[in-house]
């Protein structure tokens, strides 16, 4: 029997490393990606949370694996690049550190396919503390997410590794 969290954080770094190449030119540093239940939050991202064994201080992007079975696979992967574009922001923008979710932050999202929203829908507030998203059907998210479940990087019906 394979083990379910070697299976998990395979299909996680899989993913990250298909969004970093097709979405963010492959720019993206590597960081700790985390399973975490107990917030309420679908993800998160934490500048440099850990350091690593040769002493290299890595970002935290954590996922919440309870809500992986709840959400369409589409979904689950669109929180998994709002985190890396928290991720970019924090490598090669300006994050502001009262406000995770600001303008240069939105404008990274839209280009990528993924509007910011604080409903989740059409019309929310685009920037603040608390921002969702919802994909836009004809942005590059969709394509490259679609890409990577043919592929089989990432199976849809249980968002392992297939």
């Known amino acids: 029997m394979t083990s379910p969290s070697l299976t998990l954080y395979t299909s996680l770094q899989a993913a990250f490393d298909h969004f970093n190449e097709r979405l963010f030119e492959g720019q993206l540093p590597p960081c700790l990606i985390t399973l975490r239940s107990a917030s309420r939050v679908y993800g998160y991202h934490h500048a440099g949370r850990f350091v690593s064994p040769d002493g290299q201080v890595l970002d935290e992007l954590g996922m919440h694996p309870g809500f992986f079975t709840l959400r369409p696979v589409e979904a689950v992967m669109s929180t ?3 985190e890396l574009v928290h991720h970019w922001q924090n490598h090669f923008g300006t994050p502001s550190p009262s406000n995770p979710h600001n303008r240069e932050w939105a404008s990274k999202m839209v280009s990528l396919g993924l509007q910011p ?46």
């Open 117 to 162: 929203s604080k409903t989740g829908l059409p019309g929310g507030k685009k920037t603040g503390r608390s921002v969702s998203h919802y994909i836009l059907p004809d942005g590059p998210f969709m394509p490259v997410c679609r890409d990577l479940l043919i592929r089989g990087i990432v199976d849809p019906k249980n968002g392992t590794v297939s």
């Open 80 to 82: 998994l690049v709002h």
